[in-house]
């Protein structure tokens, strides 16, 4: 591609390699030549330096984000029958972990500025068979955690955070993963860290939690051919570590790059009429995506198509109304604010590398189409 056809692109992974192309060749390189092509030292290193960063005393590489939330849910004691309360405003995965884990998610709606979890509506959802609190920072904002962990606290359940898209992201001036009993993050290449495959990673302060996590994703070893839990294939890859480890250390630059591209686009979307992303007082949002919501949302996105600029929807239709799904049993009308949000949210081009000619056509673009 030349830089013409990437110039109105959504997402355009190929500049920032470029931009790192030599560090991570000598990454990749020195762990091939090691050998250690699952865990190993790299992996190791890397589980130190996110965890840290993320605020947290340890942290398991596992092969991907949904793999962290199904051993997340397994090591908090789920098990079939078990209900988790969560959003259906997410990426299907969310929910997969937990019919992973044999449970049954039980929908709350979003905040409507938010769309994250709104606490003020949990507490009716608990059950006897409730274990778990899984809120879900959506787009790179963090839920409100404080009223969530008290709900928490007093019912005694436990709190998973779904980070797969808020790497970096702070709630009260703390990183995301960490703030929870488990928090699980996604490495898959579109999130803010990104590798280059597949992977992912869950945080905890609690020792117990990361032996239990350490034998689940490795057959539920204690040693070599000990298996005292039943377990799984989901280790994560030397030449993944060793490249995560490497972007970590781009991860603020970029965080802050995605932060002046919001404001910059929240800025030059000032006058138009379309709902933009609200930064609540308590978060320090990482952009993962920036989502306007409108009512003319397919009207919009084919204009900006024509005018050679690529969006996205996160996400079109909403778990609970996915076909697959439909034996949990909700349908249209039980998650409103849900699925109004889904009927407008469209996603304008964000990633670091973004520069600001590129935005002010993005919203030129959104202007004239408007
Ligand atoms: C990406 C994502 C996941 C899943 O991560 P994978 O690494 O793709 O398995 C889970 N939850 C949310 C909210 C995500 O965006």
């Known amino acids: 591609m030349d830089l013409d056809e990437r110039y109105g692109s959504f997402l355009d992974l ?33 589980e130190e330096e996110f965890a840290a960063y993320s605020g947290g005393k340890f942290g398991i590489g596992v092969n991907s984000g949904t793999s ?35 449970a049954r998610p039980v929908f709350v709606d979003v905040d409507p500025r938010t769309h994250n979890l709104d606490p003020a509506q949990v507490e009716a959802a608990i059950t006897e068979r409730t274990k778990v609190i899984m809120p879900v920072h959506l787009h790179g904002q963090p839920a409100d955690l404080d009223p969530l962990l008290e709900i928490a606290r007093r019912h005694r359940l436990l709190v998973i955070e779904d ?7 702070e709630y009260k001036g703390r990183r995301v993963g960490s703030i929870g009993d488990l928090g699980c993050f996604s490495f898959y290449p579109g999130k803010n ?10 945080v905890t302060n609690n020792e117990e939690f990361a032996h239990t996590l350490r034998m689940l994703r490795d057959w539920g070893q204690e040693r070599k051919y000990h298996h005292v839990l039943k377990g799984f294939n989901y280790r994560m890859e030397g030449v993944q570590g060793a490249i995560l480890r490497v972007k970590l250390r781009h991860l603020d630059g970029w965080t802050e790059a995605r932060r002046r591209h919001a404001a910059l686009y929240n800025e030059r979307l000032a006058e138009v009429d379309v709902q933009k992303p609200v930064e609540m007082p308590y978060a320090k949002h990482v952009y993962h995506v920036y989502a306007i919501r409108t009512p003319k949302r397919d009207l919009l996105q084919e204009s ?67």
């Open 14 to 46: 190929k500049a920032q390699y470029e931009s790192i192309q030599d560090e991570v060749l000598r990454a990749v390189s020195a762990t091939l030549a090691s050998t250690q092509f699952v865990l190993g030292k790299e992996v190791a290193a890397f």
């Open 68 to 102: 962290a939330l199904h051993l997340a849910l397994l090591a908090a004691g789920v098990k079939p029958g078990d209900e988790v309360i969560t959003v259906s405003c997410t990426f299907v995965a969310t929910v997969a972990a937990i019919d992973y884990a044999g």
């Open 163 to 169: 980070a797969a898209q808020a790497h970096a992201a």
């Open 193 to 202: 860290l990104g590798a280059y495959g597949e992977g992912g990673m869950v």
């Open 304 to 370: 900006l198509q024509a005018q050679g600029i690529q969006t996205g929807i996160h996400y079109p239709i909403p778990v609970h109304l996915q076909k697959a799904y439909a034996d949990f049993g909700y349908g249209a009308g039980d998650l409103p604010v849900t699925e109004q949000a889904a009927n407008e949210f469209l996603s304008l081009p964000m990633f670091a590398e973004l520069t600001d000619s590129q935005i002010e056509a993005v919203c030129a673009a959104v202007r004239k189409a408007l």
